[in-house]
């Protein structure tokens, strides 16, 4: 069984496993500023900074699903038997808009030029896409992770490695729990794991008539406090969301999320035949964000076992667009922990050269509590289990907490 780590209680920095899964060493990352590198809060808000990619080399596709097309991007080409790393966005959004800052951050991209990676947009969220026609019936949160399967088999991925957003992450988790087998592995950031009841639907009901539809979906994507300061981002965001994202489309999607049932997951033991998620996951959540009850519920139905909880400080409600550097490092781990590892160039932990990044399949050789049927051969990783034991005690596993 796969494993991420035990309990960990963090005061000043973030405490992650080392590249082999034996040991924990404590890691200080520097504050991140919540505007991308290199730019000030008036360039962010006066820019298509979100909407502006690193490199050329992404290709668009639109793919055939039972339920429509869907808009992909993607970069690179399947590596043998290495999983794609996909994402989702969340509502309001699409993968420019979600994920840009996060994905050209400097580190990211030493780890993910060794990954094919494949940006899902939910239908009629891209950029410049056309307004669905009167009467069209946006799919179910359902049957858009049902669609998924066709965007695997599309590019001819063995697997994926998804990395999801909200209403992203909602999709993903549905994804892998129809299509286990396609799924080695998940990120997922703001997800809320329950459907809304009708206070809930009320309460976004008497929203809608009431603030404009940007307004109502920034109330979803930031913290309250963040809205009430109408900082730099938020402003950028409610722009963004307004002129780039087509309205009529978004509130198709905006419906039929808020109309999600509950992702119908149990933690192991807790009830017979219980559902979770089979692959190793890390929650990712602001603190005080609007998702973070909804993720603190998450994570007590997922196998603690195979599940790492990560609570970011002063990230808001998009901890990847305001602290990337923190949340590149903690996938970093996360790859390591399920069977790759990587050498990074990084100045923050290395005083002295290191070699530059290179993605190679972690070898594990351990007989003790340490187990893998892994190898250096590509072959795709299997389950493994870490475990402290002594004499006279059980196994005891725990969910990794984090806090930085």
């Not at 050329?56 to 429509?68: A, V």
Request: negative net charge.
């Amino acid at each position: 069984m796969k494993v991420l780590g035990h309990k960990i209680e963090l005061l000043t920095g973030l405490l992650l496993h080392d590249g082999t899964m034996a040991g924990l060493q404590e890691l200080r990352f520097p504050e991140e500023k919540p505007l991308l590198r290199g730019q000030d809060a008036t360039e962010l808000e006066n820019s298509d900074t979100f909407l502006l990619a690193v490199d050329t080399d992404w290709k668009e596709h639109d793919i055939e699903t039972p339920y429509g097309l869907l808009h992909v991007v993607i970069r690179g080409s399947p590596k043998g038997n290495r999983p794609a790393i996909l994402t989702y966005h969340d509502v309001g959004l699409n993968h420019k808009l979600c994920f840009n800052t996060f994905f050209n951050f400097e580190d990211m991209q030493e780890i993910t030029k060794h990954f094919v990676v494949c940006h899902v947009d939910a239908p009629g969220q891209q950029v410049g896409a056309s307004q669905f026609p009167q009467g069209y019936q946006f799919p179910s949160m359902e049957q858009l992770a049902a669609m998924l399967p066709s965007v695997v088999q599309h590019f001819g991925f063995k697997y994926v490695i998804g990395i999801g957003v909200g209403a992203g992450a909602y999709v993903l988790a549905k994804f892998a729990l129809i299509f286990p087998d396609l799924v080695e592995g998940l990120v997922l950031i703001n997800i809320d794991p329950n459907g809304k009841g009708w206070i809930d639907w009320a309460a976004t009901k008497l929203s809608s008539l009431t603030s404009t539809l940007p307004d109502t979906v920034l109330s979803h994507l930031f913290r309250q406090e963040e809205l009430v300061s109408n900082t730099e981002l938020v402003q950028s965001y409610r722009q963004q969301i307004g002129n780039v994202v087509n309205q009529a489309n978004l509130q198709l999607f905006w419906n039929m999320y808020n109309s999600r049932r509950d992702l119908d997951i149990n933690r192991p033991g807790t009830v017979p035949n219980a559902k979770t998620l089979r692959c190793p996951v890390m929650l990712v959540v602001g603190d005080n964000a609007p998702a973070e009850e909804g993720v603190v519920e998450c994570n007590s139905k997922l196998d603690p076992t195979t599940t790492t909880f990560l609570k970011m400080a002063d990230s808001g409600g998009l901890p990847q667009v305001t602290q990337p550097g923190k949340l590149t490092e903690a996938f970093k781990y996360f790859l390591q922990g399920m069977g790759y590892i990587a050498y990074l160039k990084d100045r923050r932990l290395s005083g002295g050269a290191v070699p530059s990044a290179s993605m190679t399949r972690l070898a594990r050789s351990r007989t003790s509590s340490l187990t893998s049927a892994s190898s250096v051969d590509g072959s795709r990783p299997q389950a493994c289990t870490h475990s402290d034991s002594s004499e006279g005690l059980g196994q005891v596993n725990h969910t990794m907490e984090v806090s930085c």
